[in-house]
Nanobody, 117 residues
């Protein structure tokens, strides 16, 4: 079992910035990767940002140039720096942990980001 805890969400005006954090704990003993996703009510969860196998960053087109994922001091912590936020970025942001070998994945409960115009 892997537990994920996101934090850092909040309400900001358009053009503002937020930094989200995600920490994984529990049975994290496998080669894993972490990524950020978001979801609004009534829509499917969509990919935001993550790391490719070679370690390079993969961003959704909608956030490219504005959002940046980074690794913390340990491989079980990731951040999402969000700049130039837009009202359409309003969503619940979820962290995903995935064991590369088995494909087993876990999700956090999310942190709400609300951007007003």
């Amino acid at each position: 079992q892997v537990r994920l805890r996101e934090s850092g969400g909040g309400s900001v005006q358009a053009g503002g910035s937020l930094r989200l954090s995600c920490e994984a704990s529990g049975n994290t003993g496998c080669t894993s990767d972490m990524s950020w996703w978001r979801q609004v009510p009534g829509k499917e969860r969509e990919f935001v940002s993550g790391f490719r196998i070679d370690g390079t960053i993969n961003n959704a087109d909608s956030v490219a140039g504005r959002f940046t994922i980074s690794q913390g001091d340990t491989e079980n912590t990731v951040y999402l720096q969000m700049n130039d936020l837009k009202p359409e970025d309003t969503a619940m942001y979820h962290c995903k942990w995935r064991c590369r070998g088995s494909g087993l994945s876990y999700w956090g409960l999310g942190t709400q980001v609300t951007v007003s115009s």
